[in-house]
């Protein structure tokens, strides 16, 4: 007999492969789109950008999430093909953006090291006429990991367009202080567990505090991602953080609220329980 355990492991694989194989059509099928998460300047309160987050509509399974297609992208090799067409779209959709804004992409250890991937940024920026000084590529100390010496001569040529070059989930990695000595980063992203923490224990609270200054020391922008109460906004104010980005500021929204979330935003965050009370 076939025990339950055995069957349901089975059952698992097989709804994975499936799912591969509909994720290698879900461009041609137009299910893939892009939804877009601001970033906020804590002291002005003002938008700076917006980052980038895909997002598959399965015909049959619905909205599925990044953390569940994501990681068959990448053990199938798909997510070059993802990638790229992210980093188009975002740049395509950028350009028409009612104020010059930076737009955020991350990029993918396969991408980082896709013989092509230089190339690739330059003529996504040379045909969607997006300025260099625009886009922003989002990499993980994880991705760096596999050939650093490889990454950081792919990451200087990029940069040498012009383009920003952003540290994703700082923090959470083994080599963060080699990584930043060898190479100029212009953006820190503090994990979002560090930012949950930090207004309730004293470690995470004292990583922040090293981290935003170490930031400062090394003229690179510093944000706090996962802001989720005005507790942690304030904390991080208080601690110099430069931006902020989470769901108590903006969920992430489509392109074609872009424009009202920047008017929203623009004389200053006001939290929806403040926006409510002004409005009755």
């Not at 059509?25 to 003002?46: C, M, N, S, T």
């Not at 700076?48 to 199938?76: C, D, K, N, Y």
């Not at 100390?141 to 040498?160: H, M, P, Q, S, Y």
């Not at 090293?210 to 991602?225: D, H």
């Amino acid at each position: 007999p076939i025990c339950f355990f055995e069957a349901s492991d089975d059952q698992a694989a097989r709804d994975r492969r499936a799912l591969q194989r509909d994720l290698e059509h879900a461009i041609e099928a137009d299910q893939l789109f892009l939804v877009y998460q601001p970033f906020l300047d804590i002291r002005k309160g003002r938008v700076t950008g917006f980052e980038a987050l895909l997002r598959w509509q399965h015909p049959v399974r619905g909205l599925i999430p990044p953390s569940v297609f994501i990681p068959i992208a990448e053990e199938s090799g798909s997510i070059l093909e993802i990638g790229d067409w992210v980093l188009r779209k975002a740049c395509q959709e950028a350009v028409n953006w009612t104020q010059p804004l930076t737009v955020a992409v991350n990029v993918s250890g396969a991408q980082l090291y896709n013989a092509n991937f230089v190339q690739d940024v330059h003529k996504v920026l040379l045909e969607t006429g997006l300025s260099p000084r625009r886009l922003e590529i989002e990499i993980t100390e994880t991705a760096l990991v596999r050939d650093f010496n490889r990454a950081l001569a792919t990451l200087r040529r990029i940069k040498g367009f012009g383009v920003r070059i952003a540290m994703d989930d700082f923090g959470t990695g083994y080599s963060s202080l080699s990584y930043l000595r060898s190479f100029p980063f212009d953006k820190l992203k503090i994990d979002k567990s560090f930012v949950r923490d930090a207004t309730a224990t004293h470690g995470s609270k004292s990583i922040v505090r090293a981290v935003i200054s170490l930031g400062k020391s090394l003229g690179m922008t510093t944000i706090a991602e996962g802001i989720e109460t005005i507790e942690q906004l304030n904390h991080m104010r208080a601690e110099g953080c430069n931006e902020a980005q989470g769901f108590l500021l903006s969920h992430p929204v489509p392109v074609t609220e872009i424009a009202g979330k920047i008017l929203e935003l623009r004389n200053g965050f006001k939290p929806a329980v403040v926006r409510n009370a002004m409005a009755s």
